[in-house]
């Protein structure tokens, strides 16, 4: 098959990329830094000729909610109008576990617009809610460090190996268009505190790590809404493990 993965030269989108490649399909890379602009529709058609299917692995950086809903907005409606003039059959969405059921998050709301579009349009879509990736807590904590100090909310979370989520999407891609996908899921909840904290100190960088509800991430998000529902795909890299491939 001949397959676009937007988002192709980031932290899901790469490894999807890889493992679509590696199973013989042809893999066109839609990213900015390779001439290709969502925000403006520059270079899609000619990206998307002869595109059988369409991976939306793209994100956007922490900013306001006007601007996180805009983004997503534009770039989804180009990608959209684009795979509909190239006669793509299969558009697959990345989401993201619970945003259904939390206000107040600038990513969450951009992302519950992005999912409109997907199933409003004009494209046969699935949709796949994934939960918080292994390297997560990490980069959330990069978000807000300064002088060493960092604020991080104490989030519970069941997050999956990027690598597990990039496999199972290039699963999804290559096959027929299914509506919303089950959450799919790592095999065992854990703290975001306590994922930051290892994995920072894995890497060898010592930061105080302030747990709190007061930053993105405010008390809407407590308890168990982060984590998969009950029928959910469960994939097999735990958080342990992953950590320990990260530093051999």
């Known amino acids: 098959m001949r ?6 030269t980031g932290n899901i989108g790469g490894r999807a990329v890889t493992f679509l490649e590696r199973d013989g399909h042809d893999v066109v890379r839609v990213s900015r830094s390779l001439g290709v602009d969502l925000t403006t529709g520059e270079g899609l058609d000619d ?11 793209i994100s956007a950086p922490p900013t306001d909610r006007a601007q996180t809903q805009t983004y997503f907005h534009t770039t989804t409606r180009n990608l959209l ?5 190239a006669g ?16 107040g998050n ?26 918080q990736f292994h ?56 703290d975001l505190v306590d994922m930051a904290r290892r994995t920072l100190d894995a890497r ?3 930061i105080k790590l302030v747990p709190t509800w007061s930053g993105m991430f405010g008390v809407a998000m ?21 950590l320990a491939a990260e530093v051999d």
């Open 3 to 8: 397959i676009a993965v937007a988002g192709a």
């Open 47 to 57: 990206a998307l000729t002869g595109v059988d299917a369409v991976l939306d692995a």
């Open 81 to 85: 109008a684009a795979e509909q003039r």
């Open 88 to 103: 793509v059959r299969h558009h697959v969405l990345l989401s993201i576990v619970g945003i259904h059921s939390i206000e």
């Open 106 to 131: 600038p990513h969450y709301a951009g992302k519950r617009e992005q999912e409109r579009l997907v199933t409003e349009g004009p494209v046969p879509w699935t949709i796949v809610p994934a939960t």
């Open 135 to 190: 390297d997560f807590a990490a980069m959330v904590a990069g978000w807000t460090e300064q002088d060493g100090v960092a604020t991080i909310a104490p989030l519970l979370v069941q997050p999956i190996a990027p690598d597990d989520i990039a496999r199972v999407l290039a699963e999804v891609v290559t096959g027929e268009p299914r509506g919303r996908y089950v959450d799919v899921a790592g095999p065992e909840p854990q």
């Open 204 to 206: 060898g960088h010592r």
């Open 222 to 242: 407590a308890g168990n809404v982060l984590l998969p529902g009950e029928n959910a795909r469960i994939e097999p890299t735990t958080f342990d493990d992953w």
